[in-house]
């Protein structure tokens, strides 16, 4: 069996968001609880999807789809799960989601401090925009602004 293919990659529930919220409390800064991840569930525009490997929960990722406009707003693997393409494949499925809803780019903000996903996003493709000064608090951090193109991608 290969790495990948212990990999599933589904559409998160109501259920699954305990274990979201302890993956996002062990894995930011400033995580998103509970009750914010069932507010994003509720939102037409956002796309929450869990990763499993090998059936245990080891990730998720939310993007948002506005006006042909996509954003990453969150991804978190559980630090057991690194480096085992969990990420990858999330980032993968969110581009197929924003090409068929026919977006042109994605974006997401990184903490400037956290090189290992800098490098990670590169690795992806993703190209550094810009900095926003002081955009995070608790610490207070830059954000640097990413982007892909996806335009003609189809």
């Known amino acids: 069996m290969t790495q990948k293919s212990k990999i599933v990659i589904r559409a998160a529930m109501p ?3 305990p274990q979201l919220a302890q993956i996002a409390g062990e894995n930011s800064k400033n995580p998103w609880n509970q009750a ?3 507010q994003e569930l509720g939102l037409e525009f956002s796309y ?3 990763a499993e490997y090998e059936s245990v929960t080891a990730g998720f990722i939310n993007m948002h789809i506005l006006m042909k406009t996509a954003h990453i707003n969150e991804i978190a693997i559980e630090n057991t ?5 969990i990420g990858t494949n999330l980032v993968n499925i969110c581009v197929e989601y ?3 809803e026919k977006c042109e780019n994605i974006t997401l903000e990184c903490r400037k401090s956290n090189t290992g996903a800098l490098e990670f996003y ?3 493709g993703f190209e550094i925009l ?6 995070y608090c608790l610490p207070e951090d830059d954000a ?3 982007r892909i193109s996806i335009k003609g991608e189809i």
């Open 15 to 17: 259920s699954d968001l």
């Open 36 to 38: 914010q991840l069932e």
């Open 48 to 50: 929450m999807l869990l």
């Open 81 to 85: 799960y690194r480096r085992r393409g």
């Open 98 to 100: 924003a090409k068929r």
């Open 122 to 124: 590169e690795k992806l």
């Open 130 to 135: 810009g900095i926003r000064r002081r955009f």
């Open 144 to 146: 640097v602004i990413m």
